[in-house]
């Protein structure tokens, strides 16, 4: 298991970018999916993005075409692009890594997008 600190959050006109990152505290090479999950005020946790640890991707169909999921495993960081942002954007955005048996979290990093 690995604890996970999100930064990068933060306040921004909608159309503007964001990127946040997701540290680890272990290496990362090894785990089989890292994501990234929002939860909008009133609302459930939802999936943004995933991203295997051989490179391949997944994202919603709300944010594909804007926001990008990237890994750097020696950096042991995720990251999340976020472009064109829209006020529905506006959420806590949470890492996390999956494997088999267990899944972690990291505290959470706020997004307001204002119009």
């Known amino acids: 298991q690995v604890q996970l600190v999100e930064s990068g959050g933060g306040s921004v006109q909608a159309g503007g970018s964001l990127r946040l990152s997701c540290a680890a505290s272990g290496d990362i090479f090894n785990i089989p999916t890292m994501g990234w999950y929002r939860q909008a005020p009133g609302k459930q946790r939802e999936l943004v993005a995933t991203?295997?640890?051989?490179?391949?991707?997944s994202s919603a169909d709300s944010v594909k075409g804007r926001f990008t999921i990237s890994r750097d495993n020696a950096k042991n960081t995720v990251y999340l692009q976020m472009n064109s942002l829209k006020p529905e954007d506006t959420a806590v955005y949470y890492c996390?890594?999956?494997?088999?048996?267990?899944?972690?979290w990291g505290q959470g990093t706020q997004v307001t997008v204002s119009s």
């Open positions: 996390n890594a999956r494997h088999v048996g267990w899944s972690d």
């Open positions: 991203i295997s640890s051989g490179g391949s991707t």
